[in-house]
């Protein structure tokens, strides 16, 4: 039988970013003895690979600051993620509910994939995905998802994030997208989500009318 897949973002979809980024970034540039940015800043560009990250929120810096500044950040996420990593309330229970009703679970982010595991591991989750899939530049997101539909070739499959570039990179691979409200997306794009979830347990309600309907 085909698997019903559901590929989720990460940052700002699972795991409450803010809980950890804030702190190990604001250290990484008091290490560096940079200017050290807003929680607004930092939670704009949540769902940029680490290296666009840098570029962006240090535009006139060498690419040995931006180096040097992703190995401390880096350093902290190591040191904060196993200390004070949150997910979203009740997400966990959302995932469990899927596997229950015969979904399978797939992970698609632009960060590492041993960033992704450290979180699903310290967050207790990372059983429940089948397929987990990060940066492997110079591919896409959109890359990723497609490799992971090659892999799964699902007989139904959705795509849930809170950014732009999740909901470009299911346009790129026909997948429907839910863009979730709760995350660090602006409003305005989420709003070209296929499907607008305010709350985690919206996702599980409308992945099982798209999946009655398909």
Known sequence: MKEKLVIFDNDGTLYKTESVSIEAIQKAFQDLNLSIPTAEEILSLVGETMESFCEKILPTTTSEIHENLADRIRFHERVLIPKKAELYDNIDKVLKKLIREGFTLAICSNASVSYI????????????????????????????????????NPSFAILVGDTIHDINAARENNLPCIGVRYGYGKDDDIMHADFIADNPEDILTLINNLNIIS
């Open 117 to 152: 595991n450290l979180v699903l591991n310290t967050l207790g989750i990372v059983n429940l995905f089948k397929y987990i899939k990060g940066k492997e530049l110079p591919k896409t997101k959109a890359d990723l998802i497609k490799d992971i539909l090659t892999e799964s």
